[in-house]
C-alpha cells in the first residue's frame, strides 16, 4: 500500500483484504476506506461498552454482545471486519481480547 496516502493501516486489517498468498483482494483505496469505517466504529463504541459494562456483569459479556449486534449482515460490515472492530474495541478500552472465532469457523 505504498501511495502518498498518510493512513496507515494497520497488517491485523491488511490481512482481513488478502488472499493466502498475501494479494490485497480489493483496491489499496478500498482497504484504506473500510479500515477507516471499522476503525471510526470502534472508537465510537468505546464510551457506549462502558456505558454497558456499568450494568453487565463482565467485559466479556459486553464484547461477545456488540459482536453479535455487529456479525449480523444488516450492519454493513463483513464477519472479519465485525470480528476486527471489537477486538480493537477491546484494545482501545484496555480489556482482554474476547474469544471471539474465526469467520467461517464454527464458535468453541
Excluded at 466504529?41 to 462502558?50: D, G, H, P, T, Y
Aim: charge should be negative; hydrophobic fraction near 40%.
Amino acid at each position: 500500500m505504498d501511495d502518498d496516502n498518510q493512513i496507515i493501516v494497520p497488517p491485523s486489517f491488511i490481512a482481513l483484504c488478502s488472499d493466502a498468498r498475501g494479494r490485497l483482494r480489493m483496491s489499496a483505496a478500498t482497504v484504506r476506506e473500510r479500515h477507516e469505517l471499522c476503525e471510526d466504529l470502534a472508537c465510537s463504541l468505546v464510551e457506549r461498552a462502558q456505558q454497558l459494562h456499568h450494568d453487565a456483569p463482565s467485559e466479556q459479556g459486553v464484547l461477545a454482545g456488540m459482536h453479535a449486534a455487529l456479525a449480523t449482515p444488516t450492519s454493513g460490515l463483513a464477519p472479519e471486519e465485525a470480528r476486527w472492530v471489537v477486538l480493537r474495541l477491546a484494545e482501545l478500552l484496555g480489556w482482554h481480547s474476547p474469544e471471539l472465532a474465526e469467520p467461517g469457523l464454527s464458535p468453541r
